[in-house]
């Protein structure tokens, strides 16, 4: 496994749903650092009538380069606020990895510190042939 830190922006755009308490998003990023790409995707979430709970869902392709090695694959998001704290999962959907990314997997922590989107990727890819 290895692990590799970096930066990212993110805009998210809202889309239409006709769901109460529910919202859905575009996702566009841009990944600085070891991965240096974007990504898009999409992202729904659902409120409750109980202050600070929560949950959301997210698909997102990344396309660019890990570690010098080019392709895509796709993360998925969970997250939850239960009464106002959180808990996030992000990981590799498995076998989503193309091109020198395929056999990809790994799990991602997302953090926002005064502002600024970070991220910290554990994966492991298969040695190069």
Do not use: W
């Not at 729904?44 to 600070?52: D, E, N, Y």
């Amino acid at each position: 496994m290895r692990t590799i830190n970096g930066t990212f922006e993110v805009t998210l755009t809202p889309l239409e749903i006709e769901v109460e308490l529910m919202g859905r998003m575009q996702i566009a990023k841009r990944f600085h650092g070891p991965l240096e790409g974007t990504s898009t995707g999409q992202m729904l979430s659902a409120t409750t009538s109980t202050k600070g709970s929560a949950v959301y869902v997210a698909i997102e392709r990344v396309h660019g380069t890990l570690d010098g090695r080019l392709g895509s694959f796709v993360l998925h998001h969970t997250g939850v606020m239960d009464r106002g704290a959180p808990s996030l999962t992000v990981c590799v959907c498995p076998d989503s990895g193309t091109d020198e990314l395929t056999g990809l997997s790994g799990r991602m922590t997302i953090t926002n510190e005064g502002g600024a989107h970070h991220y910290t990727f554990d994966y492991s890819l298969p040695p190069t042939p």
